[in-house]
């Protein structure tokens, strides 16, 4: 790539708005850290240059929000021993995915290059393209990652300037509203806003529109208010059905493979956790454990019927609890997600859930990576990867039930995915759940802060409690509010207890979307 001069200008708003995004503290500065890039796109003289620059401003962005890629090294638990063999991959994924994401961020530059106005048609220009090519780079990334196994659809939201705003109360609410796109409209809204009044003081753009921007300014208000009435007015009005959840901490280690003995030591370990707990679990309504725990898998039988009933007593109570699976019949491997009703624990396992947003080079490998490792003489791993951890997708989401009451849980990394939330809450859900582990990356504390923010808007996009328990990372409980109520401690093993409205009316934004 050959450029005349380095432009600092997107360079510092790209890092301005990494900043914003990946550090909670720094949230506001995401309200105006586009704003350099906007007036360097308003002086450009060229798609061209707004296209490259617009890539290098994506590439930084987006390569700061999944650095987080470079917490798997090293990679034994995908069966890579070498250390320095295992750079050469993750420098690939991270880069390659970097560079797919940075690619529609620059799209949109061009795009409102082009269709720019110089008036204040401009704010609403701008907004809506962005989310328009968020929307469409969520789905070309599932495309260009597909693989056996692989879900393709508007999953992917990582990076959604949306997730910004779910560290303000207020302006949080707007996701039951219109759902991290909303967000995502008004981040970029309020970021050319700033660039229009900036450019007041200067005589040049807007200069004789202040009518309009007073009456955006005006509209702007209005929707804040609206959405700050709507948290209090749902505040206090509170379900008066509640139950008491527990949620597990662990801290086991990802490998690659594990002897039928060491899965032994792992239940015998679970099982003189729970006992030690066993006091304050007799009083809980929902027990959920961390992403394939198996400990529901091993307690199957009578034996483990009687344990369950005097762990959590007589009454009828829901276990959520995950494991891999194969099923013989198809050879394939199935993450597969648990809910026991503790009044059917003698019976077979007939509510279950099968993962359906399995994580590429975690779970599957794309095809066009597997076409790759195999010519350059990786056959033999890709062969004892895709043999474990090769999984395949489940066919819909499903809910657990028990005492009337429907739970809806997901994997970890389906929190990415607004859609499946969603699918969850249309079916009845009235809490939402995710089993996690973050081993794979070695309990990034950056991967846990932007699915904490993700976790926020599920809540608030739903109007249900979210509850996480994990594995390698604090478990936390969620109101319907996207606020934090409750956390673990990292890296502590424990039992987080927590008291959970259960909420069956649904959104603003999940009531409209049912309609279509």
């Known amino acids: 790539m050959c450029m005349k001069k380095i432009e600092i200008t997107p360079i510092i708003s790209a ?24 007036v360097w796109i308003y002086k450009a003289e060229n798609w061209k240059k707004v296209f490259i620059w617009g890539l290098v401003f994506g590439f930084i962005f987006m390569g700061g929000v999944i650095s987080w890629f470079w917490s798997a090294y090293p990679l034994d638990w995908a069966g890579i021993d070498s250390a320095f063999a295992a750079i050469s991959p993750i420098f690939f994924i991270w ?30 220009i701008a907004a809506f393209l962005w989310i ?20 393709i659809g508007a999953h992917w939201s990582l990076g959604f300037l949306g997730y910004i ?79 008491t959840a527990a949620l597990l901490t662990t801290n086991v280690p990802a490998v690659f493979g594990s002897s039928l003995e060491e899965r032994g030591v792992k239940i015998e370990q679970l099982y003189e956790f729970l006992d030690r707990e066993s006091s304050g679990l007799k009083n809980v309504d929902l027990l959920v454990f961390p992403e394939s725990s198996g400990f529901i898998n091993a307690v199957s039988g009578l034996t483990g019927s009687l344990f369950l009933k005097m762990l959590l007593g007589e009454d009828e109570k829901l276990v959520i609890d995950s494991s891999p699976v194969k099923v013989v019949d198809k050879e394939d491997i199935y993450s597969r997600m648990y809910y026991l009703n503790t009044k059917k624990s003698g019976e077979t396992f007939n509510d279950y859930y099968d993962k359906l947003f399995l994580m590429p080079y975690g779970e599957y490998i794309p095809y066009f990576a597997e076409i790759f490792a195999r010519v350059v003489g990786y056959s033999e791993w890709v ?128 009531a409209l979307l049912d309609l279509f």
């Open 15 to 38: 890092l301005a708005l990494l900043l914003s995004f990946n550090y909670p503290v720094f949230w506001s500065v995401g309200l105006f850290a586009l704003v350099p890039f906007l």
């Open 95 to 124: 880069s390659l995915s970097a560079t797919v994401f940075a690619l529609f961020i620059a799209l949109w530059a061009v795009a409102f290059w082009r269709l720019k106005r110089n008036s204040a048609a401009d704010l609403f």
């Open 132 to 151: 328009i090519f968020e929307y469409a780079r969520s789905w070309a990334f599932s495309i260009f990652w597909a693989g056996s196994g692989a879900l």
């Open 165 to 243: 705003l779910a560290n303000n109360a207020a302006l949080l609410q707007l996701a039951g509203m219109g759902g991290v796109y909303l967000l995502s409209f008004v981040v970029v809204l309020l970021n050319i806003l700033v660039y229009g009044v900036w450019h007041l003081w200067h005589k040049g753009f807007f200069s004789l529109l202040k009518n309009k921007i007073i009456a955006v300014f005006a509209l702007l208000l209005i929707v804040i208010v609206i959405s700050g009435v709507n948290y209090f007015l749902l505040n206090s009005a509170g379900s008066e059905e509640r139950i």
């Open 383 to 510: 062969q004892d990867f895709i043999r474990i951890r090769g999984f395949s997708g489940g066919d819909a989401v499903s809910l657990g039930e028990f005492r009337g009451i429907k739970i809806g849980a997901l994997f970890c990394s389906e929190t990415i995915s607004p859609a499946l939330y969603r699918e969850l809450a249309s079916k009845g859900a009235e809490v939402l759940v995710s089993v996690s582990s973050y081993a794979v990356f070695h309990g990034s504390p950056l991967h846990f802060q932007q699915l904490l923010a993700m976790a926020k808007v599920r809540a608030v996009e739903n109007n249900r409690y979210f509850l996480q328990a994990s594995n390698f990372a604090p478990s936390f409980v969620i109101d319907n509010h996207g606020r934090l109520l409750q956390s673990s401690v990292r890296g502590q093993d424990s039992v987080l207890y927590g008291n959970i409205e259960v909420i069956s009316q649904k959104s603003f934004y999940n």
